[in-house]
């Protein structure tokens, strides 16, 4: 759990001072692009309000070690590298709202934005960095069971399958990076596949396939979810050759990609065929004013470290553009 309440063992560069009536900028979302973001707009001295959203920290939060972030040699802690983005944030003077947007107003500038604790702010500029959710499998049982043996974070799960049989499903580096995790506790993981191969990176899959612990089940998808109170198996179809068959398994883990978390600009700022925002090399969105960064608006890359260089893009753009009105 992150600590909402840091202590930064030092004074804050910037005199406290009551928020202004129209913010400079608020930045909605708290994984690596907002919090790049702030840093950023707070080190150009636009007092920036970033808006964590229900889920403070974002998707990197939820990951045991990360290992591809620049500047550590040694693996860090997913909630350790948000708090630290945090802490850097909040140095250079940014104010941090532990709250989530419910409605935005994206008609004329300046903007405004609601919250679900009641608050709504006007801001002459928008930073969108709300990132994405766990695409689910969408088949019989798994809403039901999900907390019951279905989890879409090993993370926050796994301790409770120590010793237990557990089934990850997908292909790609959360998928072997969560499975790998899961080996700490479980007795044995394997891994549902729809292809005969893999898409995760050459070292995770090395690492993968030299663990006792982790086995492969090729070719497959999974069709239902089965148990009462509580998982209990899963039915599996072949994609060559239409078998199926039940594995027992005390869970199931679902890495098989994400949806953009969108659902706050329908219609209020283009997106793709695929609800992803639709940004410019500037991260300019459809709106002037408005700009996007992170997997909210990026479906090819999906890395922290990506994340965080469109948080800095979207933040100097930020900043000119403010710098224009004036």
Known sequence: MLDFNLNLGEEPTAESQPRPEVENVVIVGSGPAGWSAAIYT????????LITGNELGG???LTTEVENFPGFDEAIQGPELVERMQRQAERFGTEVSIDYVTEVDFEAAPFTVKTAGGQ???????????????????VPNEERLTGRGVSYCATCDGFFFRGKDVIVVGGGDSA???????????????????RDSLRAGATLQHRAR????IEFVWDSVVTSVNGEAKVES????????????????DGVFVYIGHLPNNQLFLDKLAMDGEGYLVTDRLMRTSVPGVFAAGEIQDHRFKQAATSAGQGVAAAMECEKYLAELE
């Open 210 to 213: 030299e663990n006792a612990k």
């Open 42 to 49: 707070a080190r150009a001295d636009l007092r920036p309000l």
């Open 234 to 249: 899963i039915t599996v179809q072949n994609v060559k050759t239409g078998e199926r068959q039940d594995l027992t398994t």
């Open 120 to 138: 709504e702010f006007r801001a002459q500029a928008i930073i969108v960095a709300t990132g994405a959710s766990p695409r689910r499998m969408d």
């Open 176 to 194: 072997l990076q969560e499975a790998l995790f899961l080996t700490k506790f479980a007795s044995r993981v394997r891994i549902i596949h729809r």
């Open 59 to 61: 998707q990197i939060a």
